[in-house]
């Protein structure tokens, strides 16, 4: 079992930054790919940015080059670094961990932090 919470959600104008933050709890992190997800208003769902157990990432094509994920394991928390944010990226952000154990996937999900940019 593994528990998020997501901070540091928040209203920022067009062109501005925020830093997303999820603590996780209840397993060894560092074995954990995490990501973050984002839904707009009357939108899917969709992968914004992943992190792998081994450090590698990948990003949504309209957030390369704005948006920066990391992680510290020591932590146990995942950080999601937005700059230079547009209208378009107002969602609710949402923090996943996901890992595969022998044939079982299992995906747990924090409760989501909303993001609003002002044009």
């Known amino acids: 079992q593994v528990q998020l919470v997501e901070s540091g959600g928040g209203l920022v104008q067009a062109g501005g930054s925020l830093r997303l933050s999820c603590a996780a709890s209840?397993?060894?992190?560092?074995?954990?790919?995490m990501g973050w997800y984002r839904q707009g208003p009357g939108k899917q769902r969709e992968l914004v940015a992943v992190?792998?157990?081994?450090?590698?990432?990948n990003y949504l094509d309209s957030v390369k080059g704005r948006f920066t994920i990391s992680r510290d394991n020591a932590k146990n928390t995942v950080y999601l670094q937005m700059n230079s944010l547009q209208p378009e990226d107002t969602a609710v952000y949402y923090c996943?961990?996901?890992?595969?154990?022998?044939?079982?996937?299992?995906?747990?999900w924090g409760q989501g932090t909303q993001v609003t940019v002002s044009s």
């Open positions: 996943n961990a996901a890992r595969d154990i022998g044939l079982a996937k299992y995906n747990y």
């Open positions: 992190i792998t157990s081994g450090g590698r990432t």
């Open positions: 209840g397993s060894i992190f560092s074995s954990w790919s």
